[in-house]
């Protein structure tokens, strides 16, 4: 299925998408997100750094449970499940998480990189036994690449951690399949087109749409701030390359990551960008910046679903291009969520 390019591309018919990287946190701020996602996405990767995280088979299964309670009625929605690895983590848990069927990979955060990866991994050594099982079952790791060393600077953490810690974890484990998640760099662009096969990246919205100035444009400014930082216009050319070549190694995942506005807009705000309430139309307003809307079906539709092994849907969504303002912030739970855009216009609209 391709784009049908009617009338010069005022609307957009696609395949419905998925999204392979998303964070959908739990209780009410689940039920104020989990519609968003619902709305757009057939099927989500969905991250498992809750506090406490999710480091079982069990607790993604719970997780798993709450998330269908939350579900609007008639949604068509299926999580897939993560499971978070840490120092600790059984290579039996591979095989429970494999015989679950709703478990679709394990990810890997070093410890310290980011929100809520303390429980993470110190010493990728430390897992491989656990990665080995995961070639055996055919189970995908899913990778927060950045260094977590506080002395490496944090715009060179992604690159570093490729070429020293990723790299040889590739080669240690020669058929593990490998989603290097939220790419940010021209290095790691480069990483995955000259890997060996079985190993994919996810591009979100943010880092497509944006560089490094959004962060101080004007002041500075909390809610273009997630890890992997924003990088350089040279790098966010790379990664446009990169998602509409159309090579099956570059596929969607929004990193959507919600916060309320009080832990963002504070003297040490967290990381993390909400998107999932305009994620597919973001992506549209990328693709047609780089005239190529016709590339949008494979990175959105197809390339995630074959990666994972999973049949491409067969719904379909209608986009249509007409600007709309995006709110200054939703409600979330007992305080609100600033939206990416919040007060402004995206050109893009879901249509059916
Ligand atoms: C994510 C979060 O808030 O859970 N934050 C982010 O900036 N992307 C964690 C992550 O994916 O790194
Ligand atoms: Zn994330």
Redesign the pocket.
């Known amino acids: 299925m391709s784009a049908a390019p009617a009338s010069a591309a005022r609307t957009l018919r696609l395949r419905r998408p998925d999204d392979w ?1 998303l ?1 959908l946190r739990d209780g009410e701020q689940l039920g104020a997100v989990l519609p968003f996602t619902c709305a757009r996405f057939a099927r989500a990767i969905v ?1 498992p ?1 809750l506090q406490p995280p999710l480091t079982t088979t069990e607790l993604a299964l719970g997780y798993h449970r709450r998330i269908c309670e939350r579900l609007p009625a008639g949604a068509a929605f299926e999580p897939l499940m993560t499971v978070y690895l840490t120092d600790r983590t059984d290579p039996a848990e591979v095989d429970h998480a494999h015989e679950s069927g709703r478990i679709f990979g394990f990810k890997l ?1 070093p410890a310290g ?5 303390e429980a993470g991994v110190t010493d990728l050594r430390r897992i491989d036994r656990v990665l080995e099982r995961m070639s055996e079952a055919g189970m995908v790791l899913q990778v ?1 690449g950045e260094t977590a060393d506080p002395a490496v600077d944090v715009f060179e953490r992604e690159a570093r951690f490729i070429d020293e810690a990723l790299a040889p974890l590739a080669q240690r484990h020669p058929r593990l399949r490998i989603v290097v ?2 790419i940010t760099t021209r290095r790691a662009v480069q990483f995955v087109r000259a890997a060996r096969p079985g190993i994919a990246a996810t591009i979100t919205p943010q880092h497509l749409l944006l560089d490094r100035n959004a962060l101080f444009a004007g002041g500075i400014r909390p809610h273009h ?4 930082v924003l990088k350089t216009a040279a790098d966010r050319a790379a990664l446009i390359e990169a998602a509409v070549s159309g090579d099956a190694r570059f596929f969607l995942g929004t ?1 959507s ?3 309320a506005r009080r832990a963002k807009e504070a003297a040490c705000g ?4 909400f998107s999932a309430h305009a994620a597919i139309e973001l992506y549209a307003e990328a693709f047609e910046s780089a005239g190529r809307l016709d590339a949008l079906p494979g990175f959105a539709s197809q390339f995630g679903a074959d990666f994972y092994g999973l049949p491409r849907n067969s719904a379909e969504i209608t986009l249509r291009r007409e600007p709309w303002q995006v709110p200054d912030a939703y409600p979330f739970g007992a305080d609100e969520l600033v939206p990416l855009r919040a007060g402004q216009t995206v050109a893009w609209r879901i249509a059916s």
């Open positions: 990287h964070h991250m750094n955060y990189a980011t929100t809520h990866s927060h998640e939220h701030f997630c890890l992997p990193d990551a919600p916060h967290c990381a993390g960008i």
